[in-house]
């Protein structure tokens, strides 16, 4: 009976008078005030509304019953694809939509809905990597800047890989706190390859030396990156600079003088599928011939593998001779000592090329060092 006169008296109602009746019915359905039939009566009047011609009456039903859990998905799926102001309503608010509905939602939705749905107060893995998938910048930036949004760390790689280049999206990735390893060094690469990109700096430095100077920072940042990430992400570091093509015999041995021990024991540990127990062994009280077999089984030729062995007995004593100091000249030291070991690795060009790039590199270093202390002591 209250259904009847609810549908008599809606055939004639204007539509304030429609709106005020679905916001008060709707609030009602919600605080659950009724029962048994009358509860019935009420999902039966509010489907009857889903068809209602104004628009104003439709979003005053979504905004009262939005924010209910127990709301019939026969009403707030109808909702979700109604104009755009109602629909906002529904997908912002709604606990009832699944994430399948909402993956849904955002395939076959405009930038604005998914948009939306990055901004939800609670947001699951798997939406929020749909919405990286499918969605532009406008929507990375939302996510980025919801509390609320799980952003696992593949979803902030895939990220970092499709926007890295844009200046907004790489400061909203920084600012998130722990952002793992490989991901910031995806915003370097990004930067480099702006760097080597644009037309002016090519103009005026050269295309060849602007390829070289982004190549050197990134690798720099890089190895800088290696010595500072926690041990739990260096296997995800290490597996990304190889699939990038980053992790070369240079940049292994590079590494290694300079002391950043634990990345180049889990980038042997990758390479050689080994276990990092017997790798670390070897690495610490192995003897020469353990060692060469060590880098032969991580892919590296024999001659390469000979001078890592010699880099690494090399460090050994270094490593207990500065025990408890600074170890910032050590790099320099190791260059010249493998410098003097190449009667026995001299007949190889790749040899020469990896100490000769190094040697280099290590002065350049050196250099900045020096003028950035001479600045200081005359500030």
């Known amino acids: 009976m209250i259904i009847h006169s609810f549908l008599c008296w809606a055939e004639t109602a204007k539509v ?7 916001s008060a019915l709707g609030r009602a359905y ?7 039939p009358d509860q019935h009566a009420a999902e039966m009047a509010m489907t009857f509304l889903l068809d209602d011609p104004s628009p104003k009456v439709r979003l005053a039903l979504a905004e009262a019953i939005a924010d209910s859990a127990e709301t ?38 405009t930038p604005e809905i998914r948009g939306v749905i990055a901004a939800r107060r609670q ?20 996510l980025l800047d919801n509390p609320h949004a799980h952003l696992i760390a593949r979803t902030l790689r895939r990220i970092a890989e499709r926007y890295g280049h844009e200046p907004r999206a790489r400061e909203a990735l920084l600012q998130r706190d722990a952002l793992p390893s490989d991901v910031r060094h995806i915003l370097i690469e990004k930067v480099g390859q702006a760097l080597a990109l644009s037309g002016l700096v090519r103009s005026v430095v050269g295309g060849e030396r602007v390829d070289r100077i982004a190549r050197e920072a ?3 940042a890089a190895v800088e990156m290696a010595g500072s990430s926690p041990q739990a992400e260096l296997p995800r570091l290490v597996a990304h600079l190889r699939d990038t093509g980053r ?7 590079q590494a290694l003088v300079t002391g950043r021990i634990d990345f180049f024991a889990a980038a042997i540990v990758i390479l050689s599928t080994l276990n990092e127990r017997r790798v670390r062994s070897i690495l610490s009280d192995g003897r020469l011939h353990a060692i060469r077999a060590l880098f032969q089984s991580a892919g590296l030729s024999p001659e390469i593998g000979a001078l890592f062995a010699e880099a690494v007995l090399l460090w050994r004593v270094e490593r207990s001779r500065l025990l408890g100091s600074e170890t910032t000249g050590v790099a320099a030291d190791l260059l010249v000592r493998l410098g003097q070991t190449r009667t026995a690795l001299s007949g190889s060009p790749a040899v020469r090329a990896i100490l000769e790039q190094l040697s280099i590199a290590e002065r350049r270093r050196g250099a900045r060092a020096y003028a950035n202390q001479v600045v200081r002591e005359a500030a």
Request: charged share 20%; hydrophobic share 50%.
């Open 218 to 220: 990134c690798d720099n």
């Open 16 to 22: 304030a008078e429609r709106t005020r009746a679905a």
């Open 30 to 36: 919600r605080q659950r005030s009724l029962k048994g």
């Open 72 to 109: 019939p998905r026969s009403l707030i799926l109808p909702l979700a694809s109604d104009q755009p102001e109602i629909a906002y309503t529904v997908i912002f608010r709604s606990p009832v939509l699944t994430d399948d509905d909402l993956v849904d939602i955002a395939a076959r939705g």
């Open 247 to 253: 992790l070369t015999p240079a940049f292994l041995l």
């Open 123 to 142: 947001l699951s893995p798997a939406v929020s990597a749909a919405i990286v998938e499918i969605g532009g910048l406008a929507e990375m930036l939302i």
